[in-house]
């Protein structure tokens, strides 16, 4: 008979708990570093070598969240919309970002509260994540208007939910 281990307990410490994980020498070496302007182009510079590969990446995510919605498989569509999110500003998709950041937090709140989603909702998000993705000069135009939009319907319909669950419990 095997024995079954216990996990090792874990502690929770605040933030300014933490062991320092550089001295205070090299925390100010490693701050001058990157306040460089030198540092920022670089970085800049390399990130823009791959800005068409991550850009790819995020419209592959796109598609799997669109597939994802015609399955109402909500665990693949917040894991897209998180990766999505993550991404998006890294491929010059500033909007897409912004939009499923919308999508991820509705369908995360929704989950948390068991409540139920709606379906309209996700699809106005998916869709102009999907938009946004192909039309960079409208997203550049509109997107923050379509997300900012898309937030307070997010908004209401989470206090509707919030509501409901407030009545009935």
């Known amino acids: 008979m095997t024995k079954s281990k216990k996990p090792p307990e874990a502690e929770i410490i605040d933030t300014d708990q933490y062991p320092a994980m ?13 306040s460089l302007r030198d540092t920022s182009k670089r970085a800049n510079g390399a990130l823009e070598t791959k800005r068409a590969q991550i850009s790819h ?16 498989d909500l665990k693949t569509m917040i894991e897209q919309a998180h990766e999505i999110r993550g991404l998006a500003a890294n491929a010059g998709l500033e909007a897409v970002g912004r939009l499923a950041d919308g999508l991820y937090k509705y369908i995360d709140t929704a989950m948390r ?3 139920p989603v709606d379906s309209d909702v996700i699809v106005l998000h998916i869709n102009a994540i999907a938009r946004a ?15 900012a939009e898309l937030n307070a319907l997010v908004t209401r319909k989470l206090q509707a939910i919030n509501r409901s669950k407030t009545k009935s419990g």
């Not at 001295?23 to 570093?33: I, K, R, T």
Request: hydrophobic share 55%; aromatic share 6%.
């Open 113 to 115: 509260l068991e409540a």
């Open 22 to 34: 550089l001295g205070a020498e090299a925390a100010e070496a490693f701050l001058v570093e990157l």
């Open 57 to 72: 990446a995020v419209r592959g995510y796109i598609e799997v969240l669109e597939k994802a919605v015609k399955g109402s």
């Open 133 to 147: 993705s192909t039309a960079a000069n409208e997203a550049k135009a509109y997107g923050e208007a379509v997300a």
